[in-house]
């Protein structure tokens, strides 16, 4: 008998439950009883979905983030927070999103918030330094023990491992994290054996840093801290996913684990391999059903794969998905407006948790008892590779069309900017934004009125233009430079896009958490791409009959689209970039001739999407670059390409980023006092960059004084005349009463920098 267990489950709800019942807890608009309830039928939820597997797992639910659960288990808490006055769960928010008091009475920074492997998921840093030392807090998790087995249920705990616990934080000070090493294993030891004493058989242990190329000082620490932790009272499945183990192979089946998990997704090739290395009594976890994308297994494949396995590791095989669910949307169930045949291809987490189901019945029992359910799966995998849908010839033949000099600009960007400067007119220093504005509750319930049928299109343009108009009018009273529309009329940077282009299908309840409360709806490419009208121009056009200053278009670009959505699986990657590039750059050329004189083209997922391999970024980069270009530069010499990346951290591809060749990039800069700049200068990077001068994910109200010496340190690393003054990222999380102050500020620093003869 092979065991069927799940490696975790969203836990932000099929409605978004926990984001609305965390949000008013913040607000103070509800308790923490009512919070903690929430949380708790969430729980319930869950564990109903889980009664026909054979475990039920518990620590994959939190009220914020995973990883910040680990670091309150180990007692990890940031030093500046030490003095919290709150209980032990508002502490835990302090962490997680600032605010707290400090020793000197200042506002303590949250921790610093990162993207989890290569998903759109973004955790909490844990922070190291020297005197770091840890101390075990598993009240949360017991009780979720005691809760689950008194249910009936075999309860299989999941903790991140000690050596990507390590792995995913960074160092206060020079402290290597691996010297910590020695004081975080007995702390495990000690949970692993309360667990044991507390029923727990196996422990699911997440080691996800083992699909990375470790160095050998980190091969080593596996080795060491997998010896420590042997013959404890508990088995332990090491659990790998997001890709190949590949250089790391021949570890992971020394390590004297009782089980490990492999990714069957993406390290398809190596799980028969890991299946002979293992020693026979050691369980082979299979991830066979993709826990990051929406397409329905091919139960019949899936099937045929796993049937070798059946037999020679019989009841030693487990079945699972690839990785956890937290990266798909909740219950495909509440779609009600996907048509048939598209609803006919896809899976999210309550469908998969059935494939599962049926996977298991099939192996375990017989393939007759789910004979209809593998016949319905079969026909829905026949029908989705037959249909024509996915293929539209006006796209492929306009791919075969695409010439090589539209990747290149006609002059060079000395020339151009040459030209631009001219003819755009703009002080030295200009300033401007990334993009949005305020999302406030007005726009977003507009929008919900428009969606439900509660207002007409024309009413729901009329309000839109509405907020255009209030947005542009407040930059000009600010006296900024270069305008934006605001976004307004955006639910989501790469959502709106989705809405708009043809082969890409968006759902109604599809959320996925991106970070504590907040989610996106990713879209879903299943088909060519194709642009068959303008989607921003009439927005753009409009706001710029507003003003007299330029207004930059606002596009999302064709890598970040890609990175942030479910991409179909019947083609490469590249193949579909280069589709979205093809129409973004249709978009781009409209605005143009629309008279858009600046164009901005976001691609703040283009270094996320990096492989988690070095090894494999040049390939991604060079079609993720090609796609850019495909997209941007076909443009007249005098229009002003911008591209913004958030996220920081450009060393290692700032060659590639400058093949881009936007004529302004914007970065992240500010919480890292422009030492990030340090790359561009050394590089000599040739084009102008805005390097953010104030962090709008913190509403704190930043001061001209340190703006100003912000923005000197940039110029110190980089030429004043091809300096641009702009905050961090986009301000569309931020209230007006935020927003406002903080760029007056802003603008009043350029204002001061230009007046200063030391400097200007
Ligand atoms: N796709 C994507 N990934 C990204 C980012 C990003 O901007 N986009 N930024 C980075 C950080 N991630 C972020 C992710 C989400 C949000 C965010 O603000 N999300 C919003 C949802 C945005 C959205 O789709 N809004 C809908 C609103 C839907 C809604 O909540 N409507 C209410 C209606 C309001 C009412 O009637 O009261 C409801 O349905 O209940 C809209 O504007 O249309 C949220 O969680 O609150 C911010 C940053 C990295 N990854
Ligand atoms: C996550 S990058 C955001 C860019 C977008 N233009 C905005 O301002 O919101
Ligand atoms: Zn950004």
Not at 234 to 241: A, G, I, M, P, R
Request: glycine residues 4%; hydrophobic residues 40%; charged residues 25%.
């Amino acid at each position: 008998m092979a065991k069927i267990h799940n490696l975790g489950f969203p836990r932000i709800g099929a409605n978004r439950e926990l984001k609305f019942a965390l949000e008013a807890f913040w607000n103070q608009q509800n308790t923490k009883q009512e919070l903690l309830e929430t949380a708790s039928l969430l729980q319930q939820q869950n564990l109903q979905l889980h009664q026909n597997l054979d475990f039920a797992q518990i620590g994959d639910f939190s009220l914020y983030d995973h990883v910040l659960d680990t670091s309150f288990l180990f007692g990890n808490v940031p030093e500046r927070f030490s003095h919290s006055k709150g209980d032990n769960l508002e502490n835990y928010f302090q962490v997680a999103r600032g605010g707290a008091q400090d020793n000197c009475g200042c506002n303590a920074a949250a921790g610093e918030m990162t993207k989890w492997f290569d998903t759109n998921y973004h955790y909490i840093v844990p922070e190291f330094n020297a005197k770091t030392s840890f101390s075990l807090h598993p009240e949360n998790l017991l009780t979720q023990v005691r809760l689950t087995r008194s249910q009936g249920f075999d309860v299989k705990p999941v903790i991140i491992g000690p050596i990507t616990y390590l792995f995913l934080g960074k160092s206060t000070d020079k402290t290597n994290p691996l010297d910590l090493l020695d004081s975080l294993l007995p702390q495990y030891a000690n949970l692993l054996d309360i667990l044991a004493k507390n029923g727990v058989e196996w422990v699911q242990i997440d080691e996800p840093a083992l699909v990375t190329e470790l160095s050998a000082e980190w091969k080593i620490a596996y080795k060491y801290a997998y010896q420590y932790l042997y013959e404890r009272k508990v088995k332990l499945l090491l659990t790998t996913y997001f890709g190949e183990l590949a250089d790391n192979f021949d570890l992971v089946c020394k390590l004297p684990v009782d089980g490990v998990h492999i990714d069957a997704i993406r390290a398809k090739e190596e799980v028969y391999p890991l299946a002979n290395a293992l020693t026979h009594e050691q369980i082979l976890s299979v991830g066979i059903i993709d826990g990051r994308n929406v397409w329905k297994t091919d139960l019949r494949a899936a099937l045929d794969f796993l049937q070798p396995l059946v037999q020679s590791k019989d009841k030693y095989l487990w079945i699972a998905p690839s990785c956890s669910m937290i990266h798909c949307p909740v219950d495909l169930g509440n779609e009600t407006t996907f048509d048939p045949e598209l609803n006919s291809w896809l899976a999210f987490a309550v469908q998969k948790l059935q494939e599962l189901n049926t996977l298991g019945t099939a192996i375990n029992f017989s393939e007759h008892k789910v004979a209809k359910e593998l016949v319905e799966n079969q026909t829905c995998i026949t029908a989705r590779s037959a249909s024509t849908r996915s293929k539209n010839t006006k796209v492929r033949n306009a791919i075969a069309l695409i010439q090589p000099d539209w990747l290149e600009r006609s002059a060079n960007y000395q020339e151009r900017i040459k030209l631009q400067k001219e003819f755009l007119n703009l002080p030295l220093l200009p300033t401007t934004t990334i993009g949005s504005f305020p999302q406030t509750d007005e726009i977003r319930q507009l929008r919900t009125a428009f969606k439900k049928g509660d207002i007409t299109a024309n009413e729901y343009q009329q309000a839109i233009k509405q907020q255009i108009q209030f947005c542009i009018t407040q930059q000009e009273i600010l006296g900024l430079d270069v305008l934006v529309h605001g976004e307004a009329e955006r639910n989501d940077m790469v959502e709106y896009f989705g809405e708009c282009l043809e082969g890409i299908a968006t759902s109604k309840f599809g959320w996925v958490q991106s970070y504590g409360s907040r989610c996106v709806k990713p879209p879903i490419i299943y088909g060519d791409v194709l642009r068959d009208k303008a989607i921003t121009v009439e927005w753009t056009r409009y706001a710029q009959t507003l003003t007299k200053k330029p207004v930059k278009g606002m596009l999302t670009g064709p890598v970040t689209i890609l990175n942030w959505s479910f991409v179909r699986d019947d083609q490469s990657r590249a193949d579909t970039c280069k589709q979205i590039a093809l129409a973004i750059r249709d978009e781009v050329l409209d605005l143009e001739k629309a008279g858009t004189d600046i164009i901005q083209i976001d691609e703040a997922a283009l270094r996320e999407g990096l492989p988690l391999k070095r090894s494999e970024w040049q390939s991604y980069l060079d079609w993720a670059i090609e796609g850019f270009k495909i997209s941007a530069n076909s443009v007249k010499d005098t229009t002003q390409i911008h591209t913004h990346m958030c996220y920081s951290e450009f060393n290692d591809i700032i060659q590639a980023i400058a093949q881009m060749d936007a004529d302004v990039i914007t970065i992240e800069t500010s919480r890292s006092d422009m030492v990030l700049l340090n790359a561009f200068d050394e590089f000599a990077y040739p084009n102008d960059i805005g390097p953010g001068v104030y962090d709008i994910h913190s509403p704190n109200i930043p001061d001209e004084a340190s703006i100003i010496s912000l923005i000197e340190s940039a110029a110190k690393r980089i030429p004043k005349e091809r300096l641009w003054i702009n905050p961090d990222c986009g301000l569309k999380t931020r209230k007006w009463d935020e927003v406002t102050p903080a760029l007056h500020i802003m603008v009043a620093a350029a204002k001061s920098l230009r007046q200063n003869t030391a400097f200007a």
